[in-house]
T-cell receptor, first 113, second 116 residues
Framework: KAGVTQTPRYLIKTRGQQVTLSCSPI?????VSWYQQTPGQGLQFLFE???????NKGNFPGRFSGRQFSNSRSEMNVSTLELGDSALYLC????????????FGSGTRLTVV | AQTVTQSQPEMSVQEAETVTLSCTYD???????LFWYKQPPSRQMILVIR??????QNATENRFSVNFQKAAKSFSLKISDSQLGDTAMYFC?????????????FGKGTKLSVIP
C-alpha cells in the first residue's frame, strides 16, 4: 500500500512569489491535513479537509489556502511568499476516524529567498 | 486551547538500555487521544503509539509503552532495548475526541540519540 506522497520534495522560491504544494493520501483515506514545521514554532496545524470540505483551519493568514479534489488529493497554496514561510510542510492522511491518528508524508522543504 | 509540553529537548541512551521521554499536556477536555510520533532524519513522521484517554490500560507496541496518568495529565513514552534506529526526534501529540476537531497539537519534541 503506497504511503502519503508529497511533491515536490524541495522548493526554492523568491519572496513575493506564490507556491503550490501537492499531497496524495493513502488510497481510501478521505481526510488530509497540512502542518508547518519550523525550528522556532515547531509543528503547527494549517488546515484539514475531508471529502473536499475544509473542516478545521489553524491560525494562519489568508495567504495560506488549500483544497481537496474528488480523488482526495490535496493542494496547499501560499501566495505572496515571505521569508518566514520557509519551513517543512507536512501532509498527513487519515481514514477520518480520530483513533487511527494520521499517516504523514516526508514533507516539502520550502525555502524562500 | 490545548498545550503539550515536552520538557527534555535532548536525551541520549546506550544501545540496549531503556529510556523514558516525558510529556505533559493541559486540557479541559475529558475525552481525547494522545500520540507519540517519531521523526527520523528522513523527515517522515511515524506513528509510534496511541492512547485513548477513556481507556485506563496503558498502550504498548513491542518495545514501546506509555505511562498514561490522566489525573496528572502526563503521557510518557518508554523505549526498551533501545536500538540505533530509534535515534530520532520524538513528538507527543494531543487530539480532542469528537466531531469538529481534527487537528493534532504537538509538543516541541525530544531529540533522542542512541549511542552504540
Amino acid at each position: 500500500k503506497a504511503g502519503v506522497t508529497q511533491t515536490p520534495r524541495y522548493l526554492i522560491k523568491t519572496r513575493g512569489q506564490q507556491v503550490t504544494l501537492s499531497c496524495s493520501p493513502i488510497s481510501g483515506h478521505r481526510s488530509v491535513s497540512w502542518y508547518q514545521q519550523t525550528p522556532g514554532q515547531g509543528l503547527q496545524f494549517l488546515f484539514e479537509y475531508f471529502s473536499e470540505t475544509q473542516r478545521n483551519k489553524g491560525n494562519f493568514p489568508g495567504r495560506f489556502s488549500g483544497r481537496q479534489f474528488s480523488n482526495s488529493r490535496s493542494e496547499m497554496n501560499v501566495s505572496t511568499l515571505e521569508l518566514g514561510d520557509s519551513a517543512l510542510y507536512l501532509c498527513a492522511s487519515s481514514t477520518g476516524q480520530q483513533v487511527h491518528g494520521y499517516t504523514f508524508g516526508s514533507g516539502t522543504r520550502l525555502t524562500v529567498v | 486551547a490545548q498545550t503539550v509540553t515536552q520538557s527534555q529537548p535532548e536525551m541520549s541512551v546506550q544501545e540496549a538500555e531503556t529510556v523514558t521521554l516525558s510529556c505533559t499536556y493541559d486540557t479541559s477536555e475529558n475525552n481525547y487521544y494522545l500520540f507519540w510520533y517519531k521523526q527520523p532524519p528522513s523527515r517522515q513522521m511515524i506513528l509510534v503509539i496511541r492512547q485513548e484517554a477513556y481507556k485506563q490500560q496503558n498502550a504498548t507496541e513491542n518495545r514501546f509503552s506509555v505511562n498514561f496518568q490522566k489525573a496528572a495529565k502526563s503521557f510518557s513514552l518508554k523505549i526498551s532495548d533501545s536500538q540505533l534506529g530509534d535515534t530520532a526526534m520524538y513528538f507527543c501529540a494531543f487530539m480532542k475526541r469528537g466531531a469538529g476537531s481534527y487537528q493534532l497539537t504537538f509538543g516541541k519534541g525530544t531529540k533522542l540519540s542512541v549511542i552504540p
